[in-house]
């Protein structure tokens, strides 16, 4: 499976959007996948993730209940729909999956492929 991520971009303080991550080359619905950042000079954290085990969603602290993560299996294509948006959230956005564990599930190294990012910028 390849991951493409788009969506990012520039947006004030209070906006929204929403990120794309399109898999191709493989089976979309036999992974968790999940959403990951990484602001500069810091290292890569984790924002969001669809366990496939389960089909629960999980959200870092920082964005629980201003993003929304969800897919769409026909169009094999994940989704962050980000609102509310704030200076801080400002970093390369990256999608990732994996056959991951639920302990693993906020862990990079939970996740084997990755797509190459997509930068967004909050201004205030």
């Known amino acids: 499976v390849q991951l493409q991520a788009s969506g990012g971009g520039l947006v004030q303080a209070g906006g929204s959007l929403r990120l794309s991550c399109a898999a191709s080359?493989?089976?979309?619905?036999?992974?968790?996948m999940a959403w990951f950042r990484q602001a500069p000079g810091k290292e890569r954290e984790f924002a969001a993730a669809f366990r496939l085990s389960g089909g629960r969603t999980y959200y870092a602290e920082s964005v629980k209940g201003r993003f929304t993560i969800s897919r769409d299996i026909a169009k094999n294509t994940l989704y962050l729909q980000m609102n509310n948006l704030k200076p801080e959230d400002t970093a390369v956005y990256y999608c990732?999956?994996?056959?991951?564990?639920?302990?693993?599930?906020?862990?990079?190294?939970?996740?084997?492929?990755w797509g190459q990012g997509t930068l967004v910028t909050v201004s205030s």
């Open positions: 990732a999956a994996g056959k991951t564990i639920l302990s693993m599930t906020r862990d990079t190294r939970g996740y084997t492929i």
């Open positions: 080359g493989g089976t979309f619905n036999s992974y968790s």
